[in-house]
């Protein structure tokens, strides 16, 4: 077995490393991560068969209203199978090979995903409320994109003048 050890300026000469992430990330954006997936899962499979979707469809809480309105797609792209991408996505970026990567890229993908989520999930709530009506898986997808959000903003603060 051969062992790597680097002399103390190593990193200063150029060998790209990654700053570590807090210990508690990576198990956090997994649990958000796998939830998201499962909503999104679901939402998906209950856009095709609208029998699938258990959900009130009395009074301001109504699943049906919201995933059937014409804001339930984007370009003829149902929104849950755009979340089911992200989520999938995400779950890429947040794998450890990607967590340990020096790579910026991976970082600002990171970032500029729940971003972009953000992004929808202000979209989508502005859809609600034009609709008068609130579908509350969707109101679980948006808070886990909102939390991977903060999740993510609050490890690149702490990271914060370790990298580049």
């Known amino acids: 077995m051969v062992q790597h050890v680097e002399?103390?300026?190593?990193?200063?000469?150029?060998?790209p490393r990654a700053t570590?992430?807090?210990?508690?990330f990576a198990p956090v954006a997994w649990v958000l991560?796998?939830?998201?997936?499962?909503i999104s899962a679901y939402l998906t499979v209950s856009h095709y068969d609208e029998g699938a979707l258990i959900c009130s469809t009395t009074g301001a809480v109504d699943c049906h209203a919201v995933t059937t309105s014409e804001f339930s797609t984007l370009l003829g792209i149902p929104l849950p199978l755009l979340g089911l991408a992200f989520f999938v996505g995400f779950a890429v970026l947040?794998?450890?090979?990607?967590?340990?990567?020096?790579?910026?890229?991976?970082?600002?993908g990171r970032l500029a995903s729940v971003c972009a989520g953000v992004l929808f999930v202000v979209y989508?709530?502005?859809?609600?409320?034009l609709l008068g009506k609130i579908c509350l898986w969707c109101t679980g997808v948006h808070a886990i994109t909102i939390l991977l959000f903060v999740l993510v903003l609050s490890d690149e603060f702490r990271r914060i003048g370790q990298l580049d």
């Open 7 to 15: 002399a103390p300026g190593d990193e200063a000469q150029g060998s």
């Open 33 to 38: 991560t796998l939830a998201g997936l499962g």
């Open 94 to 108: 947040v794998t450890p090979p990607a967590l340990r990567s020096p790579s910026p890229l991976l970082r600002w």
């Open 124 to 129: 989508l709530v502005t859809a609600e409320f």
């Open 20 to 24: 570590p992430h807090a210990r508690w």
